[in-house]
């Protein structure tokens, strides 16, 4: 079992940036690939940004490419998300989530473990 808690959401004009960070206990972190999913209301759970176990191979959507960054840190079983130049369609409670296996993955119903999720709103 892998426990998850994200912070580092708030409220943010629109051309700001927030780091989110996702902390993670209870199995082998650098076992782990890493995720960041985002859901705005009355809208589906997207992908956002994915890490692999070392941090080596990074995927992201298009809507985020160039704007936002995804990292870990594997000594302190951590993983971040940079977000950059933010809009306000960004608004949404953005998720962490593991995933055991080694092959990024950018469906929700792929990944294994999930977090209880942080309020990022940008405003106009």
């Known amino acids: 079992q892998v426990q998850l808690v994200e912070s580092g959401g708030g409220l943010v004009q629109a051309g700001g940036s927030l780091r989110l960070s996702c902390a993670a206990s209870g199995r082998t972190f650098s076992r782990l690939s890493m995720g960041w999913f985002r859901q705005a209301p009355g809208k589906e759970r997207e992908f956002v940004a994915t890490?692999?176990?070392?941090?080596?191979?990074?995927l992201y959507a298009d809507s985020v490419k160039g704007r936002f960054t995804i990292s870990r840190d594997n000594a302190k079983d951590t993983v971040f998300l940079q977000m950059n130049s933010l809009k306000p369609e960004d608004t949404a409670v953005y998720y962490c989530?593991?995933?055991?296996?080694?092959?990024?993955?950018?469906?929700?119903?792929?990944?294994?473990?999930w977090g209880q999720g942080t309020q990022v709103t940008v405003s106009s």
């Open positions: 989530a593991a995933d055991r296996a080694f092959s990024l993955k950018e469906q929700a119903n792929e990944y294994d473990f």
């Open positions: 890490t692999s176990w070392s941090g080596s191979r990074t």
